[in-house]
Each structure stands twice: as C-alpha cells, then as structure tokens.
C-alpha cells in the first residue's frame, strides 16, 4: 500500500514538471542540446536533486511504516495474549481467607468432617490432599452376583438416605434403608491434640421385618492416602485387618482401629468373617473400581445354621486388561489404599476409631457405652438449638413434622463438601480451553447423588438456610467462592475440583466460560449476614460478620462491575444474559444455563437485542445490597445507590419490560411463536438400503418469521419484579401478577406454582428429542419461596393489595410444605422438583440443596 501510494505521488509531481516544461517551449526559442563535455546547468542539477530528496523521503515513509505495523503487529499479539492470560489470572486483592485457614491449626473443630458428600458415608480433612476414609458394603448371596455400595447413585434404587440429625461440627446421624435392611452410620469428634482430634463410627445393621431371613451382608472400611501420606496394615488371626497405622503433613501419626461386631454392645456376634486389601490407586475416582476387580468367589462362610456358602470377598488387585482398547496410560502418583472387609448375618453393630498420635491426654476410648453417652448428649444439644434457632414446634408442627425438619437441615449440612482442584475455563481469546489456577471450595451441594459438586446460583439459596444456623459456616463458603474470582470479576459457575468430581460430569459440562454468568445469589447470602449482624450487633456469632465484609469488599466491587459490564443489553439499564444456545436449528427453544433456568422459553432466535427481565431484576437487588455494605464498611456508596434507584424504578421496569398485550412482564427479544419440532426428511434413493442413511432426527420448524417483541411466555420470569421485591407496595402491576398466580389454568397448583403456565403453547414441551421439559411447568422449591418470602413482604406493606398477599401467603406457603413432607414420608427423600398435576416428587433425589428452604418456610423466616 505504502509503495503503491509513492508512486501515484512521483507520477503526479513528473506530470507537473512535463506540463511546466511545455509551457516554456511555447513562449521562448528552444535551447540548443547540451555538448556532451559542457557540466549540466544549476536548473538540472537542481531537478536532480529534488528527485533524490523525494526518493529519500518516500523510503523513510515506507521503513516507518513498516516498523509501524510491525509494533502493531506485535503489540496486538502481546494484547491478545495478555487477554488470554486473564481468563486465569487471579483477582489481585488480598484473599478473603487467609492461605491456613481451614487447617487443623486454625480451625481444629472443622478439620475432620463428612465433606464427602458423593459417597454414602466417608470423611475427610479440609486439606488440598487428604486422607479420606470411607465404607462400602454388599449383599451376599444376593440374586445380583456384586451390588457394591459406595458412591450416592440413584441406579442403587434404595428406599431412602441421608442425615437425620448433623451438626455441620461435632456428630451426626444418618439412615441408609436398603431393600430388606437398613443402616445407621453415626459419628462422633472429639478435639484434642494438634490434628483435629479423634472420631468414632458406629454402624448398626438391622434386617427390615418384611425380610423372609436375616441378610448376610460385607462391609468395607477403608483408608486411601491421596498422593500424601503412608498408610500400614496390621493383620492378626490370619486375614483380620485390626488396624492401619498411618502419617500424613496434616496428620501427623495416625491410627485407625476395626472393631469387631457385636450384637448389642457387649456379646459380640458370630460367624463374622474377615478379608483384607492393600494395594495402591492413582487416584479417589478409581477406589470403587478397584474394590469391583478386587473381588473373588473363593472364600466360605459358615451360616448360623451350619451350612457353608462361598461369599464375595476382597482379594488381590489386578487391573482389568482391555485388549481393544487404547488408553494411555495413568501417569499419576499411586498412593496407598487399604480395605477392611467384615461379612457378618444382621443384627449387629460395629465401630471403626480414629485416634490422633499428637492427642496425649486422652481421658478414654471414644467406643462403646463412652459413644453412646456422647451421642445422646450432641443430639440433646442439636435439638435444643433446632427448636431455638426455628421455633417449629413452638408454631404447632407435630413431632413427624420436626423430624422431617431436622433431616432437611442436617442433609444440607451433612453435604457440605470440601473440593480442591482445578477448573477447565476458556475464553474468546483462547484457541483451547486452560487449566484455572488451583483452588479449594468448601461449598454444599444439590444432590449428593447427581449434583455433588458446587454450583454459584444454588449457593446463594443454600446459605439463606446455613446461615440461620450457623452463620459462620456462611462466612467461610461464601469467602471460598469469592475467593475463586478471577481478576476480570468473573468466578466460574459450576466447580468441578478435582478427579473425584469431575468423573461424575459429563464432558460437554466441564469447560467453563468467562463471558458467562450465572444468577448472583450470593447477594441473598449477604443481605441475611447485614440483617443477622445489624439487628445484633454485640451477640458473638454475628461480630465476625464486619471484619468479613470489609475483606470480601474489593472482590464484591469486581464481581458486581463485571455483571454490569459483561452482560449489559442493548438499551441503557437493561441486561441480558450470555451464553445462550447457539444452534436453533435443533431446539425447540434454545437454552440460557447460564440464567439458572436453562430450557425456560426465551425469545426463539437469540440475538443482541435482547432483555431479559430476570437479570434485570437480580441486578436491582444486587445494586441496593452493595449500597448496603459500602454504607455498612463508611465507604462510597453513591454510586451504588443511584444504580439501586433506577434499576428499581418502575417506570423504567415498565418501559422495558411490561407488555400491554400480555399483561405482564417478560423478555423482550427477536421471537416468534410458530414453532415446532418436526421429524426430519431424510431422502433415500430408490433401491438404496434405509440402514446406510442418516437416521431422521427432530428438527426445528419455523413457520412464521420471528421480530422484536415481547416473550410471551407467562411463568417464573414474568414474576421475577415481584419475587425479589421491586415493585411498590402500591403498583398495579401486582394485581394482574396475584390474579396469575392464583390462576389454576395459569401457574396455581395445590402443591406450589408451576414454572410455566398451563396455558403457554410450551407448556412441557421438549426442548429436544431427548431433552425433556425441566423449567416449563415443574414446581421449584428455590423459586416458590421466594414467592412466599415476596407475599410476606407484600401482606406487612400498607397497600391496595396487602390483604390479597395475606390470603396468598398462607394459602401457598401451606401448599408447599404439605406436598413437601408428605413425599419425603412417601418416597424417602427430598426432590428436586415436583409434578405440578400430581405432586410426585421427580428429577435428582435426594435433592437437599434449595428444596430444603422449606425449613426457613415452615419457621416463616424470610
């Protein structure tokens, strides 16, 4: 371009010069030639000159240009990279948490605990790599040949699991029922030493009266050291592992003791048979494996009757060879991994001890009638706390109520977890996706059998309950995830740390994004801590929570910046979601994960100029609760304030949100309703075999052209202005939105209000072939109370509508936690959503993340 330019120039200065010379030979005699000895005249040399300082310049031009655009060049590679780096690059403030923090040293009393929330009973150490410990266990002579318990599947069909009583510190009680037989796994901690202290299991087995005879059942204890730590085992009478001897940089010396079973506490039981393993794993994902291809039919076990059976036992570990398959090979650190497998007829009972080497002064062994004592005394102490914290008996709740209660909070706090690891993110700049720097998250989790891992937008619900209860466990998960932000503000929204949990993820859900958000829940979290600590200031649990806030502030800052950056929408102070589905050609409506609602219909072709009212509304509270706490810190909060003013300014929520048409609010986006999923003409030649094309899939029709309108999908978005509370008290809004909630053809069930209404065209439609409706008419737990925390705000607010919100709380709030308890009594469990025809619970279970804000429902504290 640079030469091309110089020579248009040159050309036009030489056509100059020829027009200026014509001129002359027009006006004067023509000039006799030069001789060939005569010196060229002063003019020439003159011209030359000028020709040689032109030529010069154009050259400096073109080199300057040149190293011009190769600074370019490499400052837009140097940008790039630098951009691509950020995406793993960690927020520059100081950590909420300090690097120690969860160590023994720190925090003795939460050291040791069932952070193990995937596995039916296990424990572990808050550490990056701990000791874990375990138990598996397995029917004999079963018409299945090897049923192995160990990891929460929801294939194992049991009848119900999960905590009856925990206190998220020192104990707790959980009821695993089997086909014919339940377990009781119990545990109590005692502090002492410089290691986090001592711990006892108790497991008791009993056969349900329904079994025609007592089963004979194994368990399987275990220890594995996690590429940190030695572990040794100790054998008497031939195969009885009596116990494991250990070390370990958090532990110090440790060491594990098996009991032998008893019926009772004191005779103990016979016929019990004993088997061991010791060998290496590379890693936690692989125990049950290792324990499956472990297993053999040789051994004998003599019945109470006399008879002998062969059983299933542990035996040598030898990998399993695939000839047809290519894998590489595992190249991680093998660590120890030792089993204690005891095969006894039911009833019986049986203890496993953990005994710190730095605990001295022991005054007694933790077993037996000393744990017995000791339990009764943890559950005496949680039940006095249960009733002072909810007050539900107080409120009249039977004692079948209560229980239930105590196992929704205790399955929450039995769940907590403690991962460490490191995510797989990725951004525009990145060709492939990168390993995030590693990190730990001490987090609760959804579902122990489908969910068990941490997810940002379920947080935020979990913590309204934990908070209630112990508000610094609040403080240190909400300080775990804060601290996982990167330095643009982003933190990732789903955390699958660690090989344990991500073999429980699909690979198409391991990368996270960075341009995608997810609903910012934690500012609930944050809102219950200022009210806990503003309302009580001088009580001790709470007086941490300034200390906390002023640490967790330039994180908060970053966080609420990069929503207000990242996912801005086209018109000022509206928003929109990232990350929306991009092929629509295969979904009936595509999907928007990153909102929390997933197959919610949005409008049908994805486009910038969407809003979506929900983001929006989140924003609005997000915005008044970072006032809240800059107020709170003396910090400036101006700002903050005049963003919480007009994002809750109605008037600009009517003007980008409410449709006239509908009557209600929505999305606003480029949409249409005429659409289908229709099957796929798939054309196959005369003559030609069916079975070599490919097979007709569903696909998308559109039938009328989409345009810029509003969704009209009536259901859990619409009411989001309501929900988290930015409508006055005294908006007409809330009247259409009451008269559509009590609406049975709309979104009213006798079991809680359905996602979507019955009414919309999308009304549980698949999105896909495959894809079966999820957010398109189920009941959620998560969403309907805060519809009954909204009605509570709306029926203490003088208004025209406080009686109709009156009317509405009592009615819904009864209806939730009716349905609620009566299918946990029916199915055993908690789920993650409810049939909104029939109030069968269905989805994940036991789901004892958000659908246990019952308990906060039931106590009526919002």
């Not at 309950?465 to 909400?478: F, G, M, T």
């Given at each position: 371009m640079a030469a091309r330019g110089s020579a248009i120039v040159i050309h036009r200065l030489q056509k100059g010069r020829m027009g200026r010379q014509r001129k002359r030979v027009v006006t004067s005699e023509a000039a006799p030639p030069p001789r060939k000895d005569e010196k060229p005249s002063a003019f020439h040399r003159k011209e030359k000159k000028k020709k040689t300082d032109i030529g010069k310049v154009f050259i400096n031009i073109s080199i300057g240009l040149c190293i011009f655009s190769l600074i370019w060049f490499f400052y837009a590679l140097y940008?790039?990279?630098?951009?691509?780096?950020?995406?793993?690059?960690?927020?520059?403030?100081?950590?909420?948490?300090?690097?120690?923090?969860?160590?023994?040293?720190?925090?003795?009393?939460?050291?040791?605990?069932?952070?193990?929330?995937?596995?039916?009973?296990?424990?572990?150490?808050?550490?990056?790599?701990?000791?874990?410990?375990?138990?598996?266990?397995?029917?004999?002579f079963s018409d299945m040949d090897v049923n192995l318990r160990h990891t929460c599947e929801q294939g194992d069909r049991l009848q119900g699991y999960g905590w009856l009583m925990h206190d998220g510190i020192t104990f707790g009680v959980q009821e695993i029922r089997d086909n014919d037989f339940t377990l009781t796994t119990e545990f109590v901690k005692r502090m002492g030493g410089d290691h986090g202290g001592d711990w006892t299991w108790?497991?008791?087995?009993?056969?349900?009266?329904?079994?025609?005879?007592?089963?004979?059942?194994?368990?399987?204890?275990?220890?594995?050291?996690?590429?940190?730590?030695?572990?040794?085992?100790?054998?008497?009478?031939?195969?009885?592992?009596?116990?494991?001897?250990?070390?370990?940089?958090?532990?110090?010396?440790?060491?594990?003791?098996?009991?032998?079973?008893?019926?009772?506490?004191?005779?103990?039981?016979?016929?019990?048979?004993?088997?061991?393993?010791?060998?290496?794993?590379?890693?936690?994902?692989?125990?049950?494996?290792i324990v499956r291809h472990s297993l053999n039919h040789r051994f004998?076990?003599?019945?109470?009757?006399?008879?002998?059976r062969h059983y299933i036992a542990v035996d040598t570990y030898k990998p399993p060879h695939h000839q047809n398959q290519q894998k590489p090979p595992d190249t991680r650190k093998e660590s120890d991994f030792?089993?204690?497998?005891?095969?006894?007829?039911?009833?019986?009972?049986?203890?496993?001890?953990?005994?710190?080497?730095?605990?001295?002064?022991?005054?007694?062994?933790?077993?037996?009638?000393?744990?017995?004592?000791?339990?009764e005394n943890r559950k005496a102490e949680f039940d006095t706390k249960f009733e002072r914290t909810f007050g539900l008996e107080s409120k009249g709740f039977s004692q079948a109520h209560v229980r239930f209660g105590k196992a929704a909070l205790s399955n929450m706090l039995g769940g907590m977890g403690y991962f460490h690891?490191?995510?797989?993110?990725?951004?525009?700049?990145?060709?492939?996706?990168?390993?995030?720097?590693?990190?730990?998250?001490?987090?609760?989790?959804?579902?122990?059998?489908?969910?068990?891992?941490?997810?940002?937008?379920?947080?935020?619900?979990?913590?309204?309950?934990?908070?209630?209860?112990?508000?610094?466990?609040?403080?240190?998960?909400?300080?775990?995830?804060?601290d996982l932000m990167n330095v643009e503000g982003w933190i990732p929204r789903e955390q699958i740390l660690g090989d344990e949990a991500r073999s429980k993820v699909p690979a198409e859900f391991v990368v996270q994004r960075n341009e995608n958000a997810n609903p910012p829940t934690l500012f609930l979290a944050l809102q219950k801590l200022i009210e806990q600590f503003s309302d009580n200031p001088d009580k001790a649990a709470f007086q941490p929570t300034l200390p906390f806030l002023r640490r967790l502030f330039p994180r908060l800052k970053?966080?609420?910046?990069?929503?207000?950056?990242?996912?801005?929408?086209?018109?000022?102070?509206?928003?929109?979601?990232?990350?929306?589905?991009?092929?629509?050609?295969?979904?009936?409506?595509?999907?928007?994960?990153?909102?929390?609602?997933?197959?919610?219909?949005?409008?049908?072709?994805?486009?910038?100029?969407?809003?979506?009212?929900?983001?929006?509304?989140?924003?609005?509270?997000?915005?008044?609760?970072m006032a809240s706490v800059a107020r709170l810190l003396g910090e400036p909060h101006q700002d903050y304030e005049l963003s919480h003013q007009v994002l809750c300014d109605n008037n600009l929520l009517n003007e980008l949100h409410w449709s006239e048409q509908l009557r209600a609010f929505g999305d606003f986006g480029n949409h249409t309703q005429a659409v289908s999923l229709q099957q796929e003409k798939v054309y196959v030649p005369p003559g030609q075999p069916r079975h070599q094309f490919p097979v007709a899939r569903l696909v998308r029709s559109v039938r009328k052209a989409p345009k810029l309108q509003y969704v009209n999908a009536l259901g859990y978005v619409s009411l989001f202005p309501f929900l988290l509370q930015i409508l006055q008290p005294a908006s007409p809004k809330l009247e259409h939105i009451f008269r559509d909630i009590r609406d049975s053809d709309k979104l009213w069930t006798p079991y809680g209000l359905r996602s979507l209404s019955k009414a919309d065209t999308m009304y549980?439609?698949?999105?896909?072939?495959?894809?079966?409706?999820?957010?398109?008419?189920?009941?959620?737990?998560?969403?309907?109370?805060?519809?009954?925390?909204?009605?509570?705000?709306?029926?203490?607010?003088?208004?025209?509508?406080?009686?109709?919100?009156?009317?509405?709380?009592?009615?819904?709030?009864?209806?939730?936690?009716?349905?609620?308890?009566?299918?946990?009594?029916?199915?055993?469990?908690?789920?993650?959503?409810?049939?909104?025809?029939?109030?069968?619970?269905?989805?994940s279970h036991p789901f004892t993340g958000w659908s246990a804000l019952t308990v906060l429902m039931m106590a009526e504290q919002y």
């Open positions: 940008m790039r990279s630098s951009l691509a780096k950020r995406v793993v690059t960690l927020h520059q403030s100081h950590p909420v948490l300090d690097a120690n923090s969860s160590s023994a040293k720190v925090s003795s009393e939460r050291f040791w605990g069932s952070y193990r929330p995937q596995v039916y009973f296990g424990m572990k150490t808050r550490s990056p790599k701990s000791m874990v410990t375990g138990m598996m266990w397995m029917r004999q108790r497991i008791t087995a009993k056969q349900h009266s329904s079994a025609p005879q007592a089963p004979v059942i194994s368990l399987m204890f275990y220890a594995a050291a996690d590429t940190q730590g030695s572990l040794e085992a100790h054998v008497e009478e031939k195969n009885r592992l009596a116990s494991i001897t250990g070390f370990s940089e958090e532990l110090g010396n440790f060491k594990i003791t098996f009991r032998k079973p008893v019926i009772g506490e004191l005779s103990s039981a016979k016929y019990a048979s004993y088997n061991y393993l010791k060998t290496v794993s590379p890693g936690l994902e692989k125990l049950t494996e004998v076990y003599n019945l109470p009757s006399g008879e002998k030792v089993v204690h497998q005891v095969t006894v007829q039911m009833p019986f009972q049986i203890e496993v001890l953990f005994e710190s080497g730095s605990f001295h002064r022991r005054p007694n062994q933790l077993v037996g009638s000393i744990m017995t004592q000791e339990l690891g490191q995510s797989v993110v990725q951004s525009v700049y990145n060709e492939y996706p990168l390993l995030y720097p590693e990190g730990a998250l001490f987090t609760a989790v959804p579902s122990r059998s489908f969910f068990p891992r941490g997810f940002l937008w379920d947080e935020g619900f979990h913590q309204l309950l934990l908070s209630k209860w112990d508000p610094q466990v609040s403080r240190e998960a909400i300080a775990h995830w804060i970053t966080w609420f910046e990069w929503y207000n950056t990242t996912q801005t929408g086209p018109l000022p102070n509206s928003y929109r979601w990232r990350g929306r589905d991009k092929d629509t050609n295969l979904f009936l409506n595509p999907k928007t994960l990153t909102s929390g609602l997933d197959d919610y219909p949005r409008a049908s072709h994805p486009s910038a100029d969407e809003r979506h009212v929900d983001l929006h509304c989140w924003m609005a509270l997000s915005s008044g609760i549980m439609k698949r999105n896909t072939e495959h894809d079966a409706p999820y957010w398109r008419g189920p009941i959620w737990i998560n969403i309907n109370y805060l519809a009954v925390r909204a009605l509570h705000h709306y029926r203490n607010k003088e208004g025209p509508y406080q009686g109709k919100a009156a009317a509405l709380y009592e009615e819904l709030r009864t209806n939730i936690i009716n349905n609620v308890y009566r299918q946990y009594l029916e199915t055993g469990y908690i789920w993650e959503q409810y049939n909104d025809s029939t109030g069968r619970g269905q989805g």
